[in-house]
């Protein structure tokens, strides 16, 4: 057992190794062999629920706060590789419980100060404080103190301890191999205390950061967020001169102001995929697998979701295929699981995913609701201006065949998201993207039962101890397969009803270069530039 345990350390090292030394491949160490500065971009968004890092939790948000923070690492926009950003290494204790973090010398926040290890202390302990305020603070989890600091117990992670200015040592609670991964979430970027302190109102629309753009005003809720390069950026300064995030209420508005002329990237909305492929060629970036996934979520704490067969029931009554044709233009497949297939030892597709009409009658008969007699009506929410409008509409249609009426209710953002942490609804369409590339990020923060972002209350111990031993486990395979056990378990409990793995559907402006999405749907906007005209 020694030996064994000695092997998993090495190649734990190596594989450290290897992805420190791929940071030539970051958006920090990329060389500019012709000079192609200068452009203004203009950048669709729907409207972020915060940009601060303390409360950075869904895709608008990451957009523009991965392009005013950089933390210790970040991921190859190309293959999401683990590569350098603010620390130029780190290495792990051969139980994978230490971590030592050695920081770049004279990288500095958007103030001109420098930044130091001191910095992250302080930007993680402001997240994980009892009255914080964030939603996301679960991330930290891992490390030493986080509940004692949630409690109220303490007012610092004792899991953190900082060396001289660039050295930052962080001790967890459990072995935790892809402990590193998670740290290219923007809830781990630094901030700078003397701008939080001073006014935390002002900073949560005027963020002070370290990445290659600073804000050059201040966010205006609902038009726009502005930002423009900063030229004391440690990395490759961007391209660009400025962005501007334009904020739209939904995509067929932004994709109206592309064809105008008066945006430079919008997304292809419904049913205009195939059309927009024909018209623009290459400008359009079409069905790219996605780290992403689309549930039909159930309130399984209240009646009558609550009943596991009605719950499967209303799984094979949806026909994923047909809505796939029919609405996604086949841009989002059909899902087989929860983890989805571009994240290595996802569960192969399964047959019990497949509409099947006679078996979902026989479910909702042994539910008690035979023909649906006695099922009250349900309530289905989704984020209004997003794509689940027309996928509602067919779930619905889908669901009457089987006698289980639905009403629609599409809500604000804001709303929606309080509704899902409070409770407060009954059916849900949710898309979860991962936060970081690995399994970890699906399971995880979705259904361990204490996570903020388990919004279905799925509570299994057998699954909570899986999760944690797949946390500890420093073997790779090994791990995997705890966590295909864990979707296995979760998949048999029916707390979600996967429907689609997501894939890209972006469309850009024929002067613009050096524009990619990766598969964690965002845009390096550090490398675009503007063709002069």
């Not at 594989?15 to 669709?44: D, E, R, W």
């Not at 950026?233 to 109206?256: N, Q």
Request: proline share 6%; net charge positive; hydrophobic share 40%.
């Amino acid at each position: 057992m020694k030996l064994r345990r000695l092997f998993v350390v090495a190649v734990l090292m190596i594989l450290m190794t290897i992805a420190v030394s791929s940071c030539a491949n970051s958006k920090n160490n990329k060389s500019n062999k012709v000079s192609k500065n200068g452009g203004h971009f203009s950048y669709f968004l729907q409207e972020p629920l915060a940009i601060d890092p303390i409360n950075v939790q869904e895709s608008a948000g990451f957009e523009v706060a991965r392009e005013l923070f950089d933390g210790l690492v970040d991921y190859n926009p190309r293959n999401m590789a683990l590569v350098a950003a603010v620390a130029k290494s780190w290495s792990s204790n051969p139980e994978a419980t230490v971590f030592t973090f050695h920081l770049k010398h004279g990288t500095k926040f958007h103030n001109g100060r420098e930044v130091t290890a001191g910095d992250f202390k302080y930007a993680w302990e402001r997240v994980a404080a009892k009255d914080s305020g964030s939603d996301v603070a679960y991330h930290l989890a891992p490390i030493k103190g986080f509940e004692e600091m949630q409690t109220g117990k303490a007012k610092h992670l004792s899991g953190l301890k900082v060396k001289g200015k660039y050295t930052l040592i962080v001790t967890l609670n459990y072995p935790f191999a892809d402990f590193p991964y998670i740290l290219g979430h923007p809830v781990f970027s630094p901030v700078p205390k003397e701008d939080v302190e001073k006014n935390p109102k002002a900073f949560a629309k005027f963020p002070i950061g370290n990445g290659p753009f600073m804000m050059a005003a201040p966010w205006k809720h609902r038009r726009y967020i502005k930002v423009k390069r900063f030229n004391k950026y440690y990395g490759t300064k961007p391209l660009l001169d400025s962005v501007e995030f334009r904020i739209f209420a939904d995509k067929d508005i932004g994709f109206m102001e592309f064809k105008s002329g008066s945006l430079d990237y919008a997304p292809i909305p419904l049913g205009q995929v195939k059309a927009t492929d024909e018209e623009y060629g290459n400008n359009a970036v079409i069905g790219q697998p996605l780290l992403s996934l689309d549930f039909l979520g159930y309130n399984s704490r209240s009646r009558p979701l609550n009943n596991k067969n009605l719950r499967r029931a209303i799984s094979y009554g949806i026909d994923r295929k047909a809505i796939s044709d029919a609405i996604f233009e086949d841009v989002r497949l059909p899902a087989s699981g929860i983890i989805p297939p571009p994240i290595g030892g996802a569960i192969p597709p399964a047959k019990s995913f497949e509409t099947r009409f006679t078996k979902a009658k026989e479910l909702l008969k042994k539910a008690g609701y035979p023909g649906g007699k006695g099922l009250k009506k349900l309530k289905l929410t989704y984020i209004s201006g997003s794509d689940y409008g027309p996928l509602a509409e067919a779930i619905q249609g889908n669901l009457s065949k089987l006698n289980i009426q639905v009403d629609i209710q599409p809500m604000e953002a804001g709303a929606f998201f309080k509704a899902l942490h409070t409770g407060d609804t009954s059916l849900f369409i949710v898309n979860w993207a991962a936060d970081y590339p690995t399994m970890d990020s699906f399971i995880y923060p979705l259904f361990y039962s204490k996570s903020e972002d388990n919004v279905v209350g799925y509570r299994n111990k057998a699954v909570d101890r899986l999760i944690i031993k797949a946390r500890k486990t420093l073997d790779a395979k090994t791990r995997h397969k705890l966590y295909k056990q864990a979707e296995s378990d979760i998949l048999a409990d029916t707390p979600i009803a996967p429907l689609f793995y997501d894939g890209t559907a972006a469309l850009h402006g024929r002067d613009v270069r050096g524009f990619i999405r990766t598969s964690l749907d965002y845009t390096p906007l550090e490398q675009v530039w503007l063709k002069k005209k």
